[in-house]
């Protein structure tokens, strides 16, 4: 699963790391949350890599009411070709998340510690996504995204039993082109992450209080794990 995830890299690192061009300027932001606009990078009718800006929770075209549907966040590797909330969009509209990190909580209700899981080395890393466009019958229009997921690796294992999908940089092109209108070239990405690929740092316990905190408080450093 994959409930928070962090973008804080200056806009021109995650511009060179996934080759679009133009695009949005954006601030950092260390905790993203469901519903709240997200970056994702797609292919453009043009047929370049661009930007846009979405809301993280997936609506298909179908829904008629966007109140009384489910919220989307993420969607199983292993059964995205068959949900019909997902069919569609994994064979025409697959993309880019960019990300530095996502997090994940262990222990006992009422006492789980969160963590953060990013690259080893501080990098980007692009996390598989679908979108979708979504019309409304007054004609407003949403754009919403789901990030994938996959069974946790060794590594992860220990946190949760679920983990993003991550795709390597050689695969973001096979990945981004839909132009067959089929997913079956792509479903061997849809992998767990290598071992090594990973760290974790644990976070404040505050971490999903939506209150604001002392940017400087001692207790808010992150503490590596040895």
């Known amino acids: 699963m994959c409930s928070r995830y962090s973008l804080t890299s200056p806009h021109e690192a995650v511009r060179a790391t996934f080759g679009y061009s133009g695009g949005h300027d954006f601030p950092p932001r260390p905790n993203i949350a469901p519903t709240e606009p997200v970056a994702i990078v797609r292919t453009s009718y043009a047929g370049?890599?661009?930007?846009?800006?979405?809301?993280?929770?997936?609506?298909?075209?179908?829904?008629?009411?966007?109140?009384?549907?489910?919220?989307?966040?993420?969607a199983r590797s292993e059964t995205v070709t068959e949900k019909p909330s997902f069919r569609g969009a994994i064979r025409h509209k697959r993309c880019l998340v960019p990300a530095d990190g996502f997090y994940e909580w262990t222990g006992p209700k009422g006492?789980?510690?969160?963590?953060?899981?990013?690259?080893?080395?501080?990098?980007?890393?692009?996390?598989?996504?679908?979108?979708?466009q979504w019309l409304?019958?007054?004609?407003?229009?949403?754009?919403?995204?789901?990030?994938?997921?996959?069974?946790?690796?060794?590594?992860?294992?220990?946190?949760?039993?679920?983990?993003?999908?991550?795709?390597?940089?050689?695969?973001?092109?096979?990945?981004?082109?839909?132009?067959?209108?089929?997913?079956?070239?792509?479903?061997?990405?849809?992998?767990?992450?290598?071992?090594?690929?990973?760290?974790?740092?644990?976070?404040?316990?505050?971490?999903?209080?939506?209150?604001?905190?002392?940017?400087k408080s001692p207790d808010l450093q992150l503490r590596k794990l040895l």
């Open 48 to 74: 370049a890599r661009e930007l846009a800006l979405v809301r993280w929770a997936l609506l298909p075209p179908w829904v008629k009411d966007p109140r009384e549907f489910t919220t989307l966040i993420n």
């Open 111 to 132: 006492a789980k510690r969160p963590f953060l899981v990013r690259p080893k080395g501080q990098g980007l890393m692009g996390m598989a996504g679908i979108f979708e």
């Open 136 to 215: 409304g019958a007054d004609g407003s229009e949403v754009e919403t995204m789901a990030i994938l997921t996959c069974a946790a690796n060794s590594f992860m294992a220990p946190l949760h039993d679920r983990m993003p999908v991550i795709l390597a940089p050689d695969d973001f092109d096979a990945w981004l082109d839909c132009r067959s209108g089929s997913a079956e070239g792509v479903l061997r990405l849809l992998q767990p992450a290598p071992e090594d690929l990973l760290e974790m740092i644990e976070m404040h316990p505050n971490l999903n209080d939506p209150r604001p905190q002392p940017e």
